[in-house]
């Protein structure tokens, strides 16, 4: 059974800073890690979710929404199984749950957030004004 965990979310002032990971376990995913694109969604109040990340399976081509463009850095450490996602220069229009997404067919699929094989179950950032 493939887990994926998120972490890092929680409350900031806006114009600050957080680092949120998601680890992967599970034989389906444990051992193939890099062979999975990887990417970031997030899902305001009473919003529909959204993309807005995405990283290749060596790491070598990263996407982005244009709303977090030079501000939100993807990346991921395939000896951990891990993901990252630095966001800096919080705003309050951040404040979303952000989960994290892997596909095997490859980082098209992230973008497009359909048919994902694996998602998070999100971790909540709060930007306060």
């Given at each position: ?89 919080l705003k309050p229009e951040d404040t979303a749950v952000y989960y994290c997404a892997a ?27």
């Amino acid at each position: 059974q493939v887990q994926m965990v998120e972490s890092g979310g929680g409350l900031v002032q806006a114009g600050g800073s957080l680092r949120l990971s998601c680890t992967a376990s599970g034989r389906t995913i444990m051992n193939y890690f890099s062979s999975y694109a990887m990417g970031w969604f997030r899902q305001a109040p009473g919003k529909a979710r959204e993309f807005v990340a995405a990283i290749t399976r060596g790491g070598g081509n990263t996407y982005y929404a244009d709303s977090v463009k030079g501000r939100f850095t993807i990346s991921r450490n395939n000896t951990k199984n891990t993901l990252y996602l630095q966001i800096n220069n919080l705003k309050p229009e951040d404040t979303a749950v952000y989960y994290c997404a892997a596909d095997g067919s490859g980082v098209r699929t992230v973008i497009s957030g359909t048919g994902v094989d694996f998602w998070g179950k999100g971790t909540l950032v709060t930007v306060s004004s």
